[in-house]
């Protein structure tokens, strides 16, 4: 039979929404286009994520062209993947890393690899005839907790925040549809709040759709999202619980060993302790990366001392290893799904189901540099992950993710669940 076989695999070079390229591949079968996926990019990246191939000519997009790797998937990749069953996912995946040959794809290229996983995927789901999340999980049934990041900082604006993103999580609402409602409410509160003080210019939006304001430390941005929080007519620890994405990484100081925050030094203790202050005034219910990305001790005793999430994100780098190394200390509690940090869609669904059987919580994640394409919202309803962080629904390659839940919760009927305040293990 031919029905599955691959017949051909491209890829071409496409922007996204920052304006830099990336990869775009298509998995063909049985001669007929089937699938095809695009790759993000993240700006925020760890020192561990698998390599993003760019050509380096700097007459080209500054250096950040991926023809080359565009190059890999029309030659080698296409030429080892030919005639292979689209439906065995994981052989089509080891086979590329195998061919790639080193530890972290950079031969290759994750982003060429990665393109073509996703691709091969989505080919498969539209042979079976099925949408991708059924494909992947037919169990699938738990919408998630949209993370909204209101206000921006760090390295996804050009602003003095340094901590990257504050969130609202509207654990209260009864299905993704209203969740959407409330979170938009309360942005336009905020968006008030903002041009109140700072001016509309202030209103201007980093990378992932939240505010970017001239607000500096930690405390005013929770006074102004408790504010819009209230004015809105919605109340804290039942309508909605807070979050940050805190991108430690990016502001610490690795030869003094301290933390820099809004013009004061912390070492890891004190840093600590200001998380505790913040918690112990407002409802926050997740904390993803506290402190630096190779703090795996300072994790723990942060997992212990925080009665809440504590999500490893540049300390996990979707990679099982460093997973593992985490669970055995006991640092975090959930981990951050990007498959573009790992490289394949098996490798990432295996991190995933290895954090589940070790009682860790999974938090699907878009990146900073996405395209229109929503394959993380097929992903997070195949995983039953319970929470999402996809940006604010104002921009499209942000509302292309929002939009594609809207209708797999749709699809879904009655049997959709969403994850409210279960979001950290949904039932």
Known sequence: MTKFKISKITAREIIDCRGWPTVQADVWVDGKLKGRADVPSGRSTGTHEAHELRDGDQKRYQGLGVLNAVSNVNTEINDVLMGMDVADQRKIDMTMTALDGTPNKSRLGANAILGVSLAAARAAAGICGVPLFRYI?????????????????????????????????????????????????????????????????????????????????????????????????????????????????????????????????????????????????????????????????????????????IVGDDLFVTNIERLRQGIKQGAANAMLFKVNQIGTLSEAMDAAEFAYRNNYGVQVSERSGETEDPIISDLVVALNSGQIKTGMPIRGERTSKHNRILQIEEELGASAVYAGKNFRKPA
Not at 140 to 152: A, D, I, S, Y
């Open 137 to 309: 999980n037919a169990a699938g049934h738990v919408t998630p907790v949209p993370l909204m990041n209101c206000l921006n900082g760090g390295k996804l604006t050009a602003n003095d925040l340094e901590i990257q993103e504050f969130i609202i999580m509207p654990v209260g609402a009864e299905s993704y549809t209203q969740a959407l409602e409330w979170t938009t409410a309360i942005n336009e509160v905020l968006r008030d709040l903002v041009i109140e003080k700072y001016g509309i210019i202030a209103t201007n939006t980093g990378d992932e759709g939240g505010f970017a304001t001239p607000m500096k430390g930690i405390w005013e941005p929770f006074e102004f999202m408790s504010k819009a929080v209230g004015k809105a007519g919605f109340s804290e620890g039942e309508d909605i619980f807070y979050a940050m994405d805190l991108a430690a990484n990016s502001w610490f100081e690795k030869e003094k060993n301290i933390y820099l925050l809004d013009g004061t030094s912390y070492d890891r203790d004190a840093l600590i302790d200001l998380y505790k202050q913040v918690a112990n005034k407002y409802p926050v219910a997740s904390m993803e990366d506290p402190l630096q990305e190779e703090d795996f001790e300072g994790f723990a005793q942060i997992t212990r001392e925080l009665d809440m999430q």
